[in-house]
T-cell receptor
């Protein structure tokens, strides 16, 4: 167990639907990052939250949104799903130190049918 | 422009041999960090090794070492004495800047296949 918990592990849904992915960071970590990994691709950075505030945005579609709650867990909302949104979605967290490591969760595999 | 470039889509090596996975990076920030992660077929991301831009010595972690050539902007991963369990996808990643909590930027990865 890496300390970063992602739920659910697998999700199958239909096009047009909306899903929510959840991430609980490692204890003490204030930053949460969301990444998307499509088939045979590297990890694409979507968005980062730090202590409840949006810190940085990457290649996140307008159909996607995220938030970080007071208890520091984060949710990634994906709406109007398309077949191309099928991917492995990772959450990672890092501590509030300059050279702190990044810990990844085990990912949520989303399949849109 | 690509921030992290991994030019080897696939590499093949025999057990007990050493293998080098290439990674070049592009940044104008003097403070940055370089990371290597392993992703086996099960999908999880496993941290392997870290090199800071100001580190004088190359990082080593067991059978993993990072050949850091700052002037060439390269950060190649060397795996010594390959094992069958090393078969996986390997990603090079970079954190730019000195601020706490900056997102990692990943390369496209290299698939390593180790045969007996």
């Amino acid at each position: 167990d890496s300390g970063v918990t992602q739920t659910p592990k697998h999700l199958i849904t239909a096009t047009g639907q909306r899903v929510t992915l959840r991430c609980s960071p490692r204890s003490g970590d204030l930053s949460v990052y969301w990444y998307q990994q499509s088939l045979d691709q590297g990890l694409q950075f979507l968005i980062q939250y730090y202590n409840g505030e949006e810190r940085a945005k990457g290649n996140i579609l307008e159909r996607f949104s995220a938030q970080q709650f007071p208890d520091l867990h984060s949710e990634l909302n994906l709406s109007s799903l398309e077949l191309g949104d099928s991917a492995l979605y990772f959450c990672a967290s890092s501590p509030p130190l300059q050279f702190g490591g990044y810990t990844f969760g085990s990912g949520t595999r989303l399949t849109v049918v | 422009a690509q921030k992290i470039t991994q030019t080897q889509p696939g590499m093949f090596v025999q057990e007990k041999e050493a293998v080098t996975l290439d990674c070049t990076y592009d940044t104008s920030d003097p403070s940055y960090g370089l990371f290597w992660y392993k992703q086996p077929s099960s999908g999880e991301m496993i941290f392997l090794i870290y090199q800071g831009s100001y580190d004088q010595q190359n990082a080593t972690e067991g059978r993993y070492s990072l050949n850091f050539q700052k002037a060439r902007k390269s950060a190649n991963l060397v795996i010594s004495a390959s094992q069958l369990g090393d078969s996986a996808m390997y990603f090079c990643a970079m954190r730019e800047g000195g601020q706490a909590g900056t997102a990692l930027i990943f390369g496209k990865g290299t698939t390593l296949s180790v045969s007996s």
